[in-house]
C-alpha cells in the first residue's frame, strides 16, 4: 500500500486550511446573510462566533486530526476505540454531501459568468437582469452546474498535491488586491456611506436567537468547522507544524475577507438604490454593477470571477476530499473511482437546488425551496451539531496529556483552550440553538 500524502511544504497546509475556508462563505454567502439580517448586528455577532467559538473548535479539529493521521471516521475510532464517536465521520460525510449539492450551484453561477462575459460579452449594464436570465435558464445552470463538479472531482482525483498548493500561493493574494481596489470604488461612489452605516451601526432590534444561529451556523460554514473537513486536512500534518497558530491566522483571515465583501457590497448597495436584502443573487448582482464604474470593468470582471472561481474550487474540493476520503477509508487506490460515484452522487442530489431558482421557485419545503433546504440542514443543523460534539470530543474524550502534546501553546493557552472546549462553546451552541426556536 501507498505510504500516505503529505502536505509538500509548511506553508502547503495553511494554504489549503485557509484555501478551505476562504471561498463562497465569506465572498457570497457573508453579504448576502447580513444583508438579510439587518447588517451591522449580524457582522457583529458572526465576529464573536468566529472568535470565541468557531477558532477554538477549528484547532479541537486540527488537534483531533493530526493526532489521528488518517481520515476522520478511522481516526475517531482509533482515538476512542470500541465508542461510537466515529459517529461524528458519518455525520461530517453527510453534511458534506448535502453542502457541496448546492454550494456547486453557486459554483456554476460563477462559471455561467465567466462563459457569458468571455463568450457573449457580458452587457455589465443590465446586471439585474442578467442574473435572473442565468437562474432562470434550467440547461444553463444544469450544465455548469456538472462542470463545476468535474472541476472538483478533477482536482480531487489527483491527491491533495500539485498545482493547488502552487496556485494558492499567487491566486489568493491577487484576490485580495483586487478586493481592497473594489472596495475603494464602493466606498467613493455618491451615497456609500449609507452602505457603511448599514454594517457598522447596529440596529438592535435584529438581535434575536434566531440572528445569533444564522450568525454562528455563517462562522462555521465559512471556517469549514464541524464536517471534519479541517479533520482531514490536518490528518496530513506532520508533527512540528504549530496547530494554535494556524488555527489563528485561518480565523483571523477570514474575518478580514468576509468584512472587506462587506464593504465592497454594501456601499454600493445603496448607492446604486438596490435593495441589500437580495438574497442569494446578491454579489452576482451587485459586483458586475460596480465593475461597470471602472476603466476597463468587462475585462477586470472576467478577471474577478476567475479568482472568485479559484476561491469557490480550494473549498469545494475540501467537501468532496471528507466524502471521498471517509468513503474510501484506507483504501487509497479506490480513489480515483470514489471521487467520481460521489462526484456523480452529489451533482444529481444537487439538481433540485439548482432548479430552485426557476422551474422549481414554486416547490415549498420547510425553510423554503430546495436550495433553501439544503442551506438551513446544513447552516443551522449539520454544522453547529458536528461541531457540537467535536468539541466535546476534544475537550472530555481526548486526555489534557494527548491534546497538550498536539497544541504545544503556551500552558495557559492550552488551558483557555480546553475550557472553552469543555464548556464555553458547547454551552454557547445550546443556548443559540434554544434561542433561536423560541423566537
Ligand atoms: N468554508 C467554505 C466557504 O466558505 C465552505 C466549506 C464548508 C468548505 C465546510 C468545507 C467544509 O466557502
Same mark, same amino acid.
Given at each position: 500500500?501507498?505510504?500516505?500524502?503529505?502536505?509538500?511544504?509548511?506553508?502547503? &497546509?495553511?494554504?489549503?486550511?485557509?484555501?478551505?475556508?476562504?471561498?463562497?462563505?465569506?465572498?457570497?454567502?457573508?453579504?448576502?446573510?447580513?444583508?438579510?439580517?439587518?447588517?451591522?448586528? &449580524?457582522?457583529?455577532?458572526?465576529?464573536?462566533?468566529?472568535?470565541?467559538?468557531?477558532?477554538?473548535? @477549528?484547532?479541537?479539529?486540527?488537534?483531533?486530526?493530526?493526532?489521528?493521521?488518517?481520515?476522520?471516521?478511522?481516526?475517531? =475510532?482509533?482515538?476512542?476505540?470500541?465508542?461510537?464517536?466515529?459517529?461524528?465521520?458519518?455525520?461530517?460525510?453527510?453534511?458534506?454531501?448535502?453542502? @457541496?449539492?448546492?454550494?456547486?450551484? *453557486?459554483?456554476?453561477?460563477?462559471?455561467?459568468?465567466?462563459?457569458?462575459?468571455?463568450? &457573449?460579452?457580458?452587457?455589465?449594464?443590465?446586471?439585474? #437582469?442578467?442574473?435572473?436570465?442565468?437562474?432562470?435558464?434550467?440547461?444553463?445552470?444544469?450544465?455548469?452546474?456538472?462542470?463545476?463538479?468535474?472541476?472538483?472531482?478533477?482536482?480531487?482525483?489527483?491527491?491533495?498535491?500539485?498545482?493547488?498548493?502552487?496556485?494558492?500561493?499567487?491566486?489568493?493574494?491577487?484576490?485580495?488586491?483586487?478586493?481592497?481596489?473594489?472596495?475603494?470604488?464602493?466606498?467613493?461612489?455618491?451615497?456609500?456611506?449609507?452602505?457603511?452605516?448599514?454594517?457598522?451601526?447596529?440596529?438592535?432590534?435584529?438581535?434575536?436567537? =434566531?440572528?445569533? @444561529?444564522?450568525?454562528?451556523?455563517?462562522?462555521?460554514?465559512?471556517?469549514?468547522?464541524?464536517?471534519?473537513?479541517?479533520?482531514?486536512?490536518?490528518?496530513?500534518?506532520? =508533527?512540528?507544524?504549530?496547530?494554535?497558530?494556524?488555527?489563528?491566522?485561518?480565523?483571523?483571515?477570514?474575518?478580514?475577507?468576509?468584512? $472587506?465583501?462587506?464593504?465592497?457590497?454594501?456601499?454600493? *448597495?445603496?448607492?446604486?438604490?438596490?435593495?441589500?436584502?437580495?438574497?442569494?443573487?446578491?454579489?452576482?448582482?451587485?459586483?458586475?454593477?460596480?465593475?461597470?464604474?471602472?476603466?476597463?470593468?468587462?475585462?477586470?470582471?472576467?478577471?474577478?470571477?476567475?479568482?472568485? $472561481?479559484?476561491?469557490?474550487?480550494?473549498?469545494?474540493?475540501?467537501?468532496?476530499?471528507?466524502?471521498?476520503?471517509?468513503?474510501?477509508? =484506507?483504501?487509497?487506490?479506490?480513489?480515483?473511482?470514489?471521487?467520481?460515484?460521489?462526484?456523480?452522487?452529489?451533482?444529481?442530489?444537487?439538481?433540485?437546488?439548482?432548479?430552485?431558482?426557476? *422551474?422549481?421557485?414554486?416547490?415549498?419545503?420547510?425553510? #423554503?425551496?430546495?436550495?433553501?433546504?439544503?442551506?438551513?440542514?446544513?447552516?443551522?443543523?449539520?454544522?453547529?451539531?458536528?461541531?457540537?460534539?467535536?468539541?466535546? &470530543?476534544?475537550?472530555?474524550?481526548?486526555?489534557?496529556?494527548?491534546?497538550?502534546?498536539?497544541?504545544?501553546?503556551?500552558?495557559?493557552?492550552?488551558?483557555?483552550?480546553?475550557?472553552?472546549?469543555?464548556?464555553?462553546?458547547?454551552?454557547?451552541?445550546?443556548?443559540?440553538?434554544?434561542?433561536?426556536?423560541?423566537?
Amino acid at each position: 500500500m501507498r505510504q500516505r500524502e503529505q502536505w509538500t511544504s509548511k506553508i502547503g &497546509f495553511v494554504l489549503a486550511a485557509a484555501g478551505s475556508a476562504i471561498g463562497l462563505g465569506a465572498i457570497w454567502k457573508f453579504p448576502y446573510m447580513a444583508g438579510t439580517n439587518g447588517g451591522s448586528v &449580524f457582522v457583529l455577532l458572526f465576529i464573536i462566533c468566529t472568535l470565541a467559538i468557531g477558532l477554538p473548535i @477549528l484547532l479541537a479539529e486540527f488537534v483531533i486530526g493530526r493526532r489521528g493521521q488518517h481520515d476522520a471516521v478511522t481516526s475517531l =475510532k482509533k482515538l476512542a476505540p470500541g465508542k461510537p464517536w466515529f459517529f461524528i465521520g458519518w455525520m461530517g460525510l453527510l453534511s458534506s454531501f448535502i453542502l @457541496l449539492s448546492f454550494y456547486s450551484v *453557486v459554483g456554476g453561477w460563477i462559471l455561467s459568468y465567466l462563459a457569458r462575459a468571455l463568450f &457573449f460579452r457580458l452587457d455589465v449594464a443590465d446586471y439585474g #437582469g442578467l442574473f435572473n436570465a442565468i437562474i432562470a435558464n434550467p440547461g444553463e445552470v444544469l450544465i455548469a452546474q456538472a462542470v463545476f463538479m468535474i472541476m472538483t472531482i478533477w482536482i480531487v482525483q489527483s491527491g491533495i498535491r500539485g498545482g493547488i498548493e502552487r496556485a494558492s500561493r499567487w491566486m489568493m493574494p491577487l484576490l485580495f488586491i483586487f478586493f481592497i481596489v473594489l472596495a475603494i470604488r464602493s466606498l467613493t461612489l455618491e451615497g456609500a456611506m449609507e452602505g457603511v452605516r448599514f454594517l457598522f451601526v447596529p440596529d438592535w432590534s435584529y438581535l434575536t436567537g =434566531k440572528t445569533f @444561529l444564522l450568525a454562528l451556523g455563517q462562522a462555521f460554514f465559512s471556517l469549514s468547522v464541524g464536517v471534519t473537513a479541517m479533520m482531514t486536512y490536518a490528518s496530513y500534518l506532520p =508533527k512540528e507544524e504549530k496547530l494554535g497558530q494556524s488555527a489563528f491566522n485561518v480565523s483571523i483571515l477570514n474575518i478580514f475577507i468576509s468584512l $472587506l465583501a462587506g464593504i465592497v457590497i454594501f456601499p454600493a *448597495v445603496f448607492a446604486l438604490g438596490q435593495s441589500p436584502a437580495e438574497g442569494p443573487g446578491l454579489i452576482f448582482v451587485v459586483l458586475p454593477a460596480i465593475f461597470n464604474e471602472i476603466p476597463f470593468g468587462g475585462f477586470f470582471l472576467i478577471l474577478f470571477f476567475i479568482l472568485l $472561481l479559484f476561491a469557490t474550487l480550494t473549498s469545494s474540493i475540501s467537501m468532496l476530499e471528507i466524502v471521498v476520503s471517509t468513503g474510501i477509508q =484506507k483504501k487509497l487506490e479506490r480513489r480515483k473511482t470514489a471521487a467520481w460515484v460521489f462526484g456523480l452522487l452529489i451533482f444529481i442530489v444537487g439538481i433540485p437546488s439548482a432548479l430552485s431558482f426557476g *422551474v422549481l421557485s414554486d416547490v415549498k419545503l420547510p425553510g #423554503g425551496t430546495f436550495f433553501d433546504f439544503a442551506d438551513i440542514l446544513t447552516s443551522r443543523i449539520g454544522l453547529p451539531v458536528g461541531a457540537l460534539l467535536i468539541s466535546i &470530543f476534544a475537550g472530555f474524550v481526548l486526555s489534557t496529556a494527548e491534546t497538550d502534546d498536539e497544541l504545544r501553546m503556551k500552558p495557559f493557552l492550552n488551558r483557555a483552550w480546553k475550557f472553552i472546549v469543555r464548556f464555553i462553546a458547547p454551552l454557547a451552541i445550546i443556548i443559540i440553538f434554544i434561542a433561536s426556536f423560541i423566537d
